[in-house]
T-cell receptor, first 110, second 121 residues
Framework: EDQVTQSPEALRLQEGESSSLNCSYTVSGLRGLFWYRQDPGKGPEFLFTLYSAGEEKEKERLKATLTKKESFLHITAPKPEDSATYLCAVQNSGNTPLVFGKGTRLSVIA | DAGVIQSPRHEVTEMGQEVTLRCKPISGHNSLFWYRQTMMRGLELLIYFNNNVPIDDSGMPEDRFSAKMPNASFSTLKIQPSEPRDSAVYFC???????????????????FGAGSRLTVL
């Protein structure tokens, strides 16, 4: 059974204080690993897809990386508007639907 | 495109009542997914459709839950009778995935609606 574990559950940062969120996964062959951002009262919004170990993708202050067992979402010099819940999901090579982790709630304080 | 549209945004009902949640997917998307989100369990897949056909409903918690997709632009999730433990946020998502023109497609990038928050008293 595919599983996704995210840590920490919650993270509080000062503005400008860089950090990383972790997503550990077990999957029967990885087709893709996905990062989503969810703001309060809204649906998750797609950020990145990573396909193979060693791959990296960047968007503004966010950079996602992938190894064979985990993915990291690095946040560089965060701003208060980066506050959200960040969700990680995996899709296995059997082409089944995404399995999501429970997310990391990020708060960035000015 | 207006994105995935869900209604109602909020629903408060009493135990035993029927609840119907509605979803309009993005035009051109061929796959539709119903997820439920709670603090305890996170996002759980309930059921998904490919080309309007239900593919996997193993996530539907019990027979009180049912879902239909009568055409490519509309889906419903029904709970009858509702119970307090059904209280959650229900999300609909759509994508261009699965069998696309006879070929199995790759990564499944979902577009989510804003969700329907259900409270059963």
């Amino acid at each position: 059974e595919d599983q996704v574990t995210q840590s920490p559950e919650a993270l509080r940062l000062q503005e400008g204080e860089s950090s990383s969120l972790n997503c550990s996964y077990t999957v029967s062959g990885l087709r893709g690993l996905f990062w989503y951002r969810q703001d309060p009262g809204k649906g998750p919004e797609f950020l990145f897809t990573l396909y193979s170990a060693g791959e990296e993708k960047e968007k503004e202050r966010l950079k996602a990386t992938l190894t064979k067992k985990e993915s990291f979402l690095h946040i560089t010099a965060p701003k208060p508007e980066d506050s959200a819940t960040y969700l990680c999901a995996v899709q296995n090579s059997g082409n089944t639907p995404l399995v999501f982790g429970k997310g990391t709630r990020l708060s960035v304080i000015a | 495109d207006a994105g995935v549209i869900q209604s109602p945004r909020h629903e408060v009902t009493e135990m035993g009542q029927e609840v119907t949640l509605r979803c309009k997917p993005i035009s051109g998307h061929n796959s539709l997914f119903w997820y439920r989100q709670t603090m305890m369990r996170g996002l759980e897949l309930l059921i998904y459709f490919n080309n309007n056909v239900p593919i996997d409903d193993s996530g539907m918690p019990e027979d009180r839950f049912s879902a239909k997709m009568p055409n490519a632009s509309f889906s419903t999730l029904k709970i009858q009778p509702s119970e307090p433990r059904d209280s959650a946020v229900y999300f609909c998502a759509s994508s261009l995935w699965g069998l696309v023109r006879g070929f199995s497609s790759g990564a499944n990038v979902l577009t989510f609606g804003a969700g329907s928050r259900l409270t059963v008293l």
